[in-house]
């Protein structure tokens, strides 16, 4: 089968973009002829589809005003990511074409282009932006759902895009006229990678005509002997309000004898780091590293911590833990209560409550017994629901459904 993949990134920026490669890695070792549309950024990976790439658009930084004036119109509606994409078309033929996050970069120009060309499409959902200009369904730092039923304009009102108005207008003009072209409606097929993002998105109004469930996958690393030797807290990911780590540090300052390491950056680390001194939590900031290294840390560690206090959808940092048989925390929210199986696979604790964290950790760090047996059912857990090889039998099955 002949699989045009698109995404805005073609380098490990996050978790979307990590889906994505590896994804193109299994088509290719499955026997699948796999091209590429992506923007190209001076971090991609190299690619001989490289020539049909949009040219790189920054959208962060100290702009003038006429830059951030024709990087604002360029994410509603690229029209040469419509030509480029329309000529990778007609050269590459595919027999489907499944896009991963396209919004403010490729934009939803590319989609179009396919749907010209009837050639069949399936999309990847990776977070909310279909129903949310803001696109995590956050405002001023509390789960929002305003904009549920087109109601786009709140978008504007509550500048959610970085609190900034230029930006927020455009996601929000973007999203009005997405709607008024029956875009979303006219993708064959969406996948969801949680139960949790699937249903959200359509009980707030986004148009699919068919969304499957197709969990992330992970590959099992069952340890060839229990470990002994970990110690401490770990919170893996970006430091930025949605993750929650200020609740997290709260939450374990004064705790004697545990430390909480924390491996990642972001804008909120300054004041993470200043909230960790004034609370006088034992908070070790490791800064960002990378997957061998963490994977490392993991097998150090006691318990993986995830405070998010937005809809995380599947995160993989969740999924490694869940693979190596570490023991997690996690918000009681959006998808990661159900990749804990409701508490059955991890310690669910309430978003946002510093006091619900320390006493549901407390009872982690003394509960091994519970701690070891719900880090065995994640891990079949996971080895059954995300298994890889089942995920690409899922995929391949979800193309060859919408070859017209």
């Known amino acids: ?4 993949l698109a995404s805005s990134f073609h380098y490990r920026r996050g978790g979307d973009s990590g889906q994505f490669l590896d994804l193109a890695s299994q088509l290719e070792s499955a026997g699948h002829e796999v091209a590429v549309f992506s923007m190209d ?3 991609n990976l190299a690619s001989p589809w490289r020539p049909y790439w949009l040219r790189y658009v920054e ?3 100290d702009l003038s005003v006429l830059d951030r004036l024709s990087a604002a119109l360029s994410s509603v509606h690229n029209a040469e990511g419509s030509r480029r994409m329309a000529r990778l078309l007609r050269d590459f033929n595919p027999d489907v074409v499944h896009f991963h996050s396209v919004h403010h970069h490729l934009t939803l120009a590319a989609v179009e282009a396919c749907i010209l060309a009837r050639i069949p499409t399936v999309w990847t959902l990776h977070d909310y932006r279909c129903v949310c200009p803001a696109t995590s369904l956050l405002r001023a730092g509390q789960v929002c759902e305003r904009c549920a039923g087109g109601r786009f304009w709140h978008g504007a009102v509550g500048r959610c895009k970085s609190g900034a108005l230029s930006r927020s207008m455009a996601t929000v003009v973007e999203s009005y006229l997405t709607r008024m072209r029956r875009t979303l409606a006219r993708v064959d097929c969406y996948v969801a990678p949680s139960r949790f993002l699937g249903r959200k998105v359509v009980e707030m109004g986004m148009p699919a005509k068919r969304m499957e469930i197709v969990p992330n996958p992970v590959q099992p690393a069952r340890p060839e002997t229990p470990s002994d030797r970990r110690d401490g807290l770990m919170y893996v990911g970006r430091l930025s309000p949605e993750k929650g780590v200020s609740c997290l540090i709260r939450a374990v300052a004064g705790l004697d004898g545990v430390s909480l390491r924390i491996v990642g950056d972001g804008p909120q ?7 960790s001194a004034c609370t006088n939590a034992n908070a070790i900031f490791e800064g960002w590293t990378d997957e061998a290294s963490v994977r490392a840390k993991m097998r150090e560690a006691r318990l993986l911590c995830v405070p ?6 599947c995160p993989g940092v969740v999924l490694e833990a869940m693979a190596s048989s570490l023991a997690v925390v996690a918000s009681d929210l959006g998808g990661l209560s159900e990749m804990l199986d409701n508490g059955r696979a991890g310690w669910l604790a309430r978003p946002g409550d510093a006091d619900d964290w320390r006493r549901v950790i407390v009872r982690a760090l003394g509960n091994a017994d519970r701690s070891a047996s719900q880090a065995m059912h994640a891990l079949s857990r ?3 629901r995300h298994d890889p090889q089942r995920f690409l039998e899922r995929i391949e099955a979800i193309y060859r459904s919408v070859l017209h």
């Open 1 to 4: 089968m002949r699989v045009l």
């Open 41 to 43: 950024h001076p971090q």
């Open 59 to 61: 959208y962060r930084g």
């Open 269 to 275: 680390a300054g004041d993470l780091r200043a909230l």
């Open 308 to 313: 998010s206090v937005w809809y995380e959808n």
């Open 382 to 384: 996971v080895e059954v």
